[in-house]
């Protein structure tokens, strides 16, 4: 199925490529303020639906352009596509927009690629297989201290989106790390978090097809994905936060107060929990301080053979060992299994 996905995924590709020889010549039309689309949108998902369909007629279809027209209504198998993720840098000549599609199997993502067509890159994942871009294993960066880090986001750019609210969460995390970048295509965004080029993503007012391929390309590199409380529930939830570990858990600390979850009383329990391990000791009655634990201070049992805190080690390893250290969890947590080295 990745091998279908992938020539789905360079034949969008192609198409794009040639249509930036000559961006200004593109038809362009506007979904609504600031949020567009183009002829080669529509041609890329025509070419992605093609390929699948025609490989599995069984398969339903869930894309950016067309929804869910083409395709079974009821299949289990459910291919998740956009066709050009960062269509605003693609019309302004700005070389940053891949091709996204995910398959989900009864809801979870089985298979994802990624395609940079401007730099020609694959970024490719099977459930428990590993993430990789091209023929190279991809792992999550190291880094483990929010100072240190590059954070990439998105920013809110359509009518209703909450700015005031996102320039305070903007402002807070750029307050705590090196840097932060807004590429403009948050499948692009995911995919460079799982080869480490960046070392956590955020973002809000998000869809399906933005981060579908994405989130398997993080955790399938070690990393974790979910909404700003730090729950697994993220495809649907509008809002996303992907990191290593250890930068994901102080992530969503400083999210958690901002996602569209935490209202009311939900509010105050996330306060709650924050403050529950302030003296840096998870509390054994809480589920979420236990889960935050184990994701991130999970080490390999034979430390000498690995440096300590390394992503990579946690997936050497099929045994691991939890250890007490000093956190901060925030909302619910589901942390997500080890996983190994792919067997070819």
């Given amino acids: 199925m990745l091998n279908v996905a992938v020539k789905a995924a360079r034949a969008a590709g192609a198409i794009i490529n040639r249509a930036a020889l000559d961006v200004e010549s593109v038809r362009i039309s506007v979904k609504q303020t600031n949020d567009f689309v183009t002829e080669v949108d529509q041609k890329a998902e025509e070419a992605i639906i093609e390929t699948l369909l025609t490989a599995y007629p069984s398969h339903g279809i869930l894309a950016e352009e067309s929804g869910s027209e083409h395709g079974a209504q009821n ?11 960062g269509t605003t840098n693609f019309i302004h000549g700005f070389p940053v927009y891949c091709v ?25 994942a099977t459930k428990g297989r590993g993430a990789y871009m091209n023929d190279r294993r991809i792992r999550v960066a190291k880094r483990t201290r929010m100072q240190e880090c590059l954070i990439s986001t998105g920013f809110p750019y359509r009518p209703g989106d909450k700015l005031k609210s996102y320039l305070n969460m903007l402002g807070e995390v750029m307050s705590q790390c090196a840097g932060v970048r807004r590429p403009g295509a948050a499948a692009l965004d995911l995919a460079y978090v799982a080869a ?4 956590g993503f955020f973002e809000t007012g998000l869809q399906p097809w933005d981060v579908a391929a994405g989130s398997l390309l993080v955790t399938e590199a070690g990393g974790l994905v979910g909404n700003f409380t730090g729950e697994s529930e993220f495809l649907h939830a509008s809002e996303c936060v992907a990191g290593n570990p250890r930068i994901y858990g102080q992530l ?5 107060k901002y996602s569209q979850f935490a209202v009311a009383g939900d509010k105050a329990k996330v306060r709650q929990i924050a403050a529950k391990s302030a003296d840096g ?64």
């Fill in 196 to 199: 480490g080029f960046s070392d």
């Fill in 252 to 256: 969503v600390t400083t999210l958690a």
């Fill in 100 to 124: 996204s599609i995910a398959l989900s199997v009864r809801g979870k993502v089985e298979q994802a690629v990624v395609y940079d067509p401007t730099r020609n890159n694959i970024f490719c």
């Fill in 75 to 85: 299949s289990d198998f459910v291919w998740i596509i956009d066709p050009l993720d």
């Fill in 281 to 344: 000791t998870p509390q054994a009655d809480d589920a979420v301080a236990t889960a935050f634990a184990a994701a991130v201070t999970a080490q390999p049992a034979d430390s000498k053979t690995a440096p300590k805190d390394s992503p990579d080690a946690v997936l050497e390893k099929t045994t691991l060992v939890a250890k007490p250290r000093r956190i901060k969890p925030a909302g619910k947590v589901k942390p997500l299994d080890a996983v190994p080295d792919a067997p070819f």
